[in-house]
T-cell receptor
Framework: KQEVTQIPAALSVPEGENLVLNCSFTDSAIYNLQWFRQDPGKGLTSLLLIQSSQREQTSGRLNASLDKSSGRSTLYIAASQPGDSATYLCAVRKTGGFKTIFGAGTRLFVKA | NAGVTQTPKFQVLKTGQSMTLQCAQDMNHNSMYWYRQDPGMGLRLIYYSASEGTTDKGEVPNGYNVSRLNKREFSLRLESAAPSQTSVYFC??????????FGSGTRLTVV
């Protein structure tokens, strides 16, 4: 059974700092991995999607990497801003199916 | 650019009442999903529809039913609401090879 873990559960950093959020999964037979952002009381906004054949994806100040063999993905945020404060979730879709398993998320707070 | 639209946004039910949560997408996606989100537990899949005319159970289907009305619409029904169904419900859609697009959620309280 696929399990997705995100560490840390919460993180507080000063503005301008570079940071890394971690996501680990137990079954390497994945179809893709997606990172989302969720603001309080809101829905999920897709940030980056990495297909199983890819190693990383970049969008602006965000870079996500994928290492299937070790069951890990990282989301790197450069030069963090207070507007980056939100909960970040990773989601792993299994090969050959339609089910996606979500991590519980990392709550990020960027202090001005 | 509507994407995925959910209604209602908020609802309070009494134990035993029934209701239907509506979801519609305008991206011509084949697959649609219903998730619930509870504090500290992440999102859990209730039901999904891989394509029009098919539905399947997810992790936590008990107490729920779904209908894939057409390619655009996927509804979630609570026949007899229970306090344990107090949660935030999200509908999502996707196309093969692509990621998910989520609606803004329905916050349901059962008293």
């Amino acid at each position: 059974k696929q399990e997705v873990t995100q560490i840390p559960a919460a993180l507080s950093v000063p503005e301008g700092e570079n940071l890394v959020l971690n996501c680990s999964f137990t079954d390497s037979a994945i179809y893709n991995l997606q990172w989302f952002r969720q603001d309080p009381g809101k829905g999920l906004t897709s940030l980056l999607l990495i297909q199983s054949s890819q190693r990383e994806q970049t969008s602006g100040r965000l870079n996500a990497s994928l290492d299937k063999s070790s069951g890990r993905s990282t989301l790197y945020i450069a030069a963090s801003q207070p507007g980056d404060s939100a909960t970040y979730l990773c989601a792993v879709r299994k090969t050959g199916g339609f089910k996606t398993i979500f991590g519980a998320g990392t709550r990020l707070f960027v202090k001005a | 650019n509507a994407g995925v639209t959910q209604t209602p946004k908020f609802q309070v039910l009494k134990t035993g009442q029934s209701m239907t949560l509506q979801c519609a997408q305008d991206m011509n996606h084949n697959s649609m999903y219903w998730y619930r989100q509870d504090p500290g537990m992440g999102l859990r899949l209730i039901y999904y529809s891989a394509s029009e005319g098919t539905t399947d159970k997810g992790e936590v289907p008990n107490g729920y039913n779904v209908s894939r009305l057409n390619k655009r619409e996927f509804s979630l029904r609570l026949e007899s609401a229970a306090p344990s169904q107090t949660s935030v419900y999200f509908c999502a859609s996707s196309e093969t090879g692509d990621g998910y697009t989520f609606g803004s959620g329905t916050r349901l309280t059962v008293v």
